[in-house]
């Protein structure tokens, strides 16, 4: 099988180098954070210390990034892959990033006879290790079919939301989503408790009613009402995306009362609730004074 890259070998990026080696797919990749690369070591993956020595090894190249900027300046910054990788080589973005950065870099690598897919993950760490990722991807029907293999290996669903840019917007309106049922049961949890029912048994309830959602399936079984709070996904990262829906409302000029409220707590939940802290603290926000 080809060789296969993986640029940021994080969480997410590490499950998915591991699974795609378990899957039998060459894999080399590499880390900004020496220590990163140095955690792989003996796990059967290649590690290399630059995007460019990827490049050269790689014609399909998997991104795992934080963010748009440094999504940015691994594709189009010095020593990137716009300089590096070689005609045909087909870019999987697996970042949270933003819509229209994705549509400018894919130009741009288009226009050097490469292409790029934006395919983010839902499922966690657990799925990555896993190969059991949900993916959004947006791209054209030839190169989406070509990282078909790849994209196979990572993932137990897929679903093409349409071109370049979609699979993005699709994952931005999940998170931001997902930002506001974590509000929303947070409050009604608060809301029974102080009528006399408890939260578990509430959620029960829900659950088998047209309230539920995976917040009251997943989140509050597996992280909350346990106090477990170790789902692997900070507040730094989802108060990130909840800005890139921010920038994605203001762009579309709708006005989205709901939406813009969940925006504002989150980005107020700053002042109460540390980066490094689960996402999930943020139903302690209201306890906490700010709701």
């Known amino acids: 099988m080809n060789t296969v890259g993986v640029i940021g070998l994080g969480n997410m990026g590490r499950g998915m180098a591991l699974s795609l080696r378990r899957r039998g797919f060459p894999v ?43 999504v940015t300046q691994v594709v189009s910054g010095p020593e990137g892959l716009l300089e590096n990788a070689g005609q045909g080589t087909l870019i999987i973005d697996t970042s949270t990033s933003h819509p229209e950065t994705t549509r400018q870099l894919a130009r741009q690598l ?33 190169d989406v079919a070509r990282a078909e293999p790849v994209l196979s290996a990572l993932s137990a669903k897929r679903v093409r939301i349409g071109e370049v840019g979609a699979g993005h917007v699709a994952k931005i309106a999940n998170n ?16 029974a408790e102080g009528a006399g029912v408890p939260t578990d048994r509430l959620f029960e309830g829900i659950n088998v009613c047209s309230g539920r959602s995976a917040v009251t399936q997943v989140n509050f079984p597996t992280w909350i009402l346990n106090g477990a709070f170790n789902s692997g996904f900070t507040m730094k990262l989802m ?17 989205l009362p709901l939406l813009t409220e969940a925006v504002r707590l989150w980005d107020s939940s700053a002042e109460s609730i540390a980066d490094n802290e689960d996402f999930n603290c943020i139903v302690e926000l209201g306890k906490l004074g700010g709701t």
């Open 176 to 191: 931001l989503m997902v930002a506001a049922h974590l509000l929303a049961a947070s409050e009604v949890a608060r809301l």
């Open 239 to 255: 108060r990130k995306d909840v800005r890139l829906a921010a920038e994605l409302i203001a762009q579309t000029g709708f006005a």
């Open 110 to 142: 288009n226009e050097a006879g490469m292409a790029l897919i934006d395919a983010p993950v839902s499922g966690g760490a657990k799925g990555a290790i896993a190969g059991e990722l949900t993916m959004l991807i947006g791209g054209s029907d030839a």
């Open 28 to 70: 080399v990749g590499t880390d900004a954070a020496e220590q990163t690369r140095r955690n792989l070591a003996g796990e059967g993956i290649e590690v290399v210390d630059s995007v460019a020595r990827v490049a050269k090894r790689a014609r399909v190249i998997i991104l795992s990034l934080p963010t748009a900027a440094i």
